[in-house]
């Protein structure tokens, strides 16, 4: 008898995740990711993270970058966008725009910086819902 409360609270709980899942995936909001390397901090901010054209913005957080760029790859399908590079709008903000993502997934989100201190990759995970 104990182990129906047991059962009803797991589907409780399942079907809260799933309309939380479910829901989010249909409301993205922006994209708003902070990876940290040896020589360089980023932000990466995308106000409509979706396939098809974006605008990314970088703000270096830790470092001195002179150049930006940003690219993604979607290994499990064989996806991978040429790199789009950045314009320095104001010292440490870098913006570009272009296709970054061919369709709804997890991707890979690359940034490479380049400066004083020498190149570094900085990669971090992403999900993109249309």
């Known amino acids: 008898m104990r ?7 797991a589907a409780l709980v399942a079907a809260g995740a799933t309309v939380f899942v479910v ?3 249909g409301t993205a909001g922006p994209l708003d990711v902070t990876t940290t390397g ?7 901010l995308i106000e409509d993270p979706a396939p098809g054209r974006v605008t990314v ?9 002179d150049s930006v760029a940003v690219s993604a790859v979607m290994a499990e399908m064989g996806h991978a966008t040429p ?4 314009t ?8 570009a725009e272009g296709e970054l993502f061919s369709m709804a ?5 690359t940034i490479r910086l380049d400066g004083p201190a020498g190149e570094e990759q900085l990669i971090t ?4 819902t249309d």
């Open 3 to 9: 182990m129906r409360p047991l059962l009803a609270v």
């Open 57 to 65: 913005e970088v703000r270096v957080d830790k470092g001195d970058a």
């Open 23 to 25: 829901g989010r995936s």
């Open 105 to 109: 997934g997890v991707w890979e989100l």
């Open 88 to 95: 320095e709008r104001e010292p440490g903000r870098f913006l």
């Open 125 to 128: 995970k992403t999900l993109i």
């Open 83 to 86: 790199e789009l590079t950045t």
């Open 38 to 44: 040896a020589r360089y901090a980023a932000t990466v």
